[in-house]
């Protein structure tokens, strides 16, 4: 804005008649009172009001579009890679997760969303429409597809994930399939821990000691940073650690995915086979069966179904039509 603007000229004079001061090249004697402002004057005012709040608006609309905008983008390409089942893509996402919505927005569905649903304090639609597009599509592809969200979205899911593509196999300890299905239930205790605290008259501020995902926020004490560090030593030698047997979240969305609608296909060779429970890294088959609550829809299995050179399903078909066809 220059200072020759109509704007700066029109306040200008508003502030010299309030002062009682009239631009004059002559000494005055004694200040003149005051004069009350004229309806001109008031009118000139309130226009100039209404154009800095119509600025302000469009700017902070401009800013949700953005935001929305890029939200939508990122949720099209977790989407498409999920439908495509390619793993390149995949990667993608997931880098994407850790850059954009961790350490850029900071934005994951927390504990705390359900701290405020529970007392009435979610952020008002005109100023959170990214905030309900992140939530409304969390809630939407778990009762489509499962824990799409936990898989693909999550920032500290895709870092443990991306985490799981470097550490070296040898690190890795698998807990016994026994105790794996017992500590699985352990997230189920804290989200019902934590809503009970809550209802108890305790402190929000609680989610800080059972979710790490304030870390891409780059804010915390000695006492939340040495939890992280702790956290994420143990994620190098038992994979996703956090999300299988600690997330509150993901227990909420495990729950909702008893809904899921388009769940895994299985063959009857799955029955016997054990090729993708050996594989999947979240626990999530046991025998013929897939555990929704547990599944994030990595879709490694899923590529493994399709792939018709390691999939028992389709080499006994292979080798049936191969009798058929020497008969």
Same mark, same amino acid.
């Given at each position: ?87 390149? @893509? +995949?990667? =993608?996402? #997931?880098?994407? &997760? !850790?850059? $954009? ?6 934005? %994951? /569905? ?75 239930? @352990? +997230?189920? =205790?804290? #989200?019902?821990? &934590? !809503?009970? $605290? ?6 929000? %501020? /609680? ?84 555990? !929704? ?35």
């Amino acid at each position: 804005m220059t200072f020759g603007s109509p704007r700066v000229i029109v306040a200008g004079a508003v502030l010299l008649f309030v002062l009682g001061i009239a631009p004059s090249s002559a000494a005055q004697p004694a200040p003149a009172e005051p004069q009350p402002l004229s309806l001109d004057d008031l009118a000139a005012l309130d226009a100039l009001l209404e154009e800095d709040e119509a600025e302000s608006a469009a700017l902070l609309d401009a800013g949700a579009a953005v935001d929305v905008a890029a939200l939508g983008l990122f949720f099209a390409l977790a989407v498409y890679s999920f439908v495509r089942k390619d793993d390149r @893509l +995949k990667v =993608a996402s #997931l880098v994407l &997760a !850790v850059a $954009y919505l961790g350490f850029v927005k900071a934005s %994951l /569905v927390s504990v705390v969303d359900i701290f405020g649903a529970m007392r009435g304090t979610l952020p008002a639609w005109t100023d959170g429409q990214a905030y309900y597009l992140l939530i409304g599509f969390t809630l939407a592809t778990t009762v489509l597809w499962g824990r799409l969200y936990c898989g693909r979205i999550c920032a500290f899911g895709a870092l443990t994930q991306l985490m799981d593509r470097v550490v070296p196999a040898r690190l890795r300890v698998e807990p016994p399939a026994w105790l794996d299905r017992r500590l699985v239930y @352990l +997230k189920y =205790a804290v #989200l019902a821990g &934590a !809503v009970l $605290y809550v209802l108890g008259g305790g402190d929000i %501020l /609680v989610y800080r000691y059972i979710e790490p995902f304030w870390m891409f926020t780059l804010s915390g004490d000695a006492v939340m940073w040495t939890l992280l560090a702790m956290l994420l030593l143990a994620t190098v030698f038992v994979r996703n650690l956090y999300c299988r047997y600690l997330c509150a979240v993901g227990a909420g969305l495990g729950l909702l995915s008893n809904l899921t609608v388009f769940r895994i296909k299985r063959w009857r060779e799955c029955d016997t086979c054990k090729l993708c429970e050996k594989t999947c890294e979240w626990g999530a088959i046991d025998g013929p069966k897939i555990l !929704v609550s547990e599944c994030v829809r990595c879709d490694d299995c899923e590529r493994l179904y399709a792939d018709e050179d390691r999939c028992p399903h389709w080499l006994i078909q292979k080798r049936a039509a191969a009798r058929a066809a020497r008969g």
